[in-house]
């Protein structure tokens, strides 16, 4: 069985996936790897649309294996993806607040968050995705007050991973 963690940006998924196992696969890091750039780079040079089309492929090829991974904030984006993760057991839905999830965006330094330039847009599609979030999980866990050792302890006692 997989576990795929899911959440708005600054939810901690990578965070998460690293200290459930060293082999996740991180799918913003497959993609980069197929598209040979950055997804800012080619956010900037195909837009979305193009972007969740990869995005799709990626990750269907990536929910053939048993792994855990740490999908993008804009998994959901796609219907086809929301197909899928409807269809997969194992979806952890990492969740805070909006103005928590945005304060980690602005403080992380490494990742160039192509739709979290501006607070006031990053909080409107925040607000549209968390419903789409909270469907398709089998688990869900407020990372507010959490954590990540925390939050790996709850996914492994709900599944019996060592």
């Known amino acids: 069985m997989s576990i795929i963690l899911i959440g708005f940006m600054g939810a901690g998924k990578s965070t998460v996936a690293k200290l459930l196992t060293e082999n996740f696969t991180d799918l913003d890091q497959l993609i980069e790897e197929e598209i040979e750039m950055t997804i800012a780079e080619f956010f900037e040079l195909f837009g979305e649309a193009d972007f969740r089309k990869i995005e799709n492929e990626v990750f269907e090829l990536a929910l053939q294996k048993n792994i855990i991974i740490a999908t993008g904030g804009g998994i959901i984006e796609n219907p086809k ?48 995705r968390k419903n789409d979030y909270a469907k398709v999980a089998d688990l869900t866990i407020d990372v507010t007050d959490k954590s990540p050792e925390q939050i790996v302890e709850e996914i492994r006692e709900k599944w019996g991973i060592n």
């Open 81 to 128: 993806n929301l197909e899928a993760l409807d269809r997969e057991a194992g979806v952890v839905f990492l969740t805070a607040d909006f103005e928590t999830l945005w304060e980690r965006i602005s403080m992380d330094l490494q990742n160039v968050r192509p739709l979290a330039q501006d607070k006031k847009a990053a909080q409107l599609l925040f607000e549209k």
